[in-house]
């Protein structure tokens, strides 16, 4: 699973890392939680775009725009045959960039969790495997939304939760953008653990639980 995570690497970072053009409006986040909206990176012609979709997709064919509160993951296992994301995963995908990512561990003996910060080694902005969808309410208001697609742990992450993002290589980055819909179930063989040697996490406080708390205080290594 992954319900939080930060992106808190500036706007131009961001557009030389992904090659697109950069969404100036974009502030560091420490704290992003569903239901907000977040930067995605999707493909628009030729060229990749950076814009903004609330985190929780909304299929097409829903009557109210709640359902999305349960959509905010997409199961790596599912995503090419549940109804809810399987016509954004032949036609819409996009990457949601992350500086990191926050998970729970389960302390035994302990009704609270114990929050994790998880980023890549060389702690460059990491790309979540994603899909994004387009509704219209039924009054008439059009809203862009997106999923993130989770997948089994790796070695890293298995003591902490059983699920993770997929985290996209760059050099994947193309072929998930662009792949035809025909081509869209070959497509599944990226969706796995990214490598654990290539990964690291540490202990933070439990003012992540807080969305309100949005500071770079979240991600700061517990002593």
Not at 128 to 147: D, I, K, M, T
Request: aromatic share 10%.
């Amino acid at each position: 699973m992954c319900g939080r995570f930060a992106l808190y690497s500036d706007p131009f970072t961001l557009a030389r890392r992904f090659e697109a053009e950069a969404l100036s409006e974009l502030r560091p986040r420490y704290n992003v939680a569903p239901s907000q909206n977040i930067p995605i990176v999707r493909e628009e012609g030729e060229k990749r775009r950076i814009a903004l979709a609330r985190w929780g997709l909304i299929p097409h064919w829903a009557k109210d725009m709640k359902i999305g509160y349960s959509m905010i993951n997409t199961r790596a296992e599912t995503v090419a045959s549940k109804p809810a994301f399987r016509n954004a995963f032949k036609h819409r995908r996009c990457l949601v960039p992350a500086d990191g990512f926050y998970e729970w561990q389960i302390k035994p003996d302990s009704k609270i969790k114990q929050p994790w910060f998880i980023a890549l080694q060389g702690r460059e902005p990491m790309a979540f495997a994603g899909l994004w969808e387009q509704w219209r309410s039924p009054e008439g208001e059009e809203l862009e939304s997106c999923s993130i697609i989770v997948t089994e742990a790796n070695e890293l992450m298995r003591p902490i939760h059983e699920r993770m993002p997929v985290i996209l290589a760059p050099e994947v980055w193309d072929a998930w953008l662009k792949a035809d819909a025909k081509d869209a179930g070959d497509l599944q063989i990226l969706l796995k653990p990214y490598p654990t040697e290539g990964m690291e996490a540490w202990r933070v406080s439990t003012r992540i639980n807080n969305p309100r708390n949005d500071s770079v205080e979240c991600m700061e290594p517990l002593e």
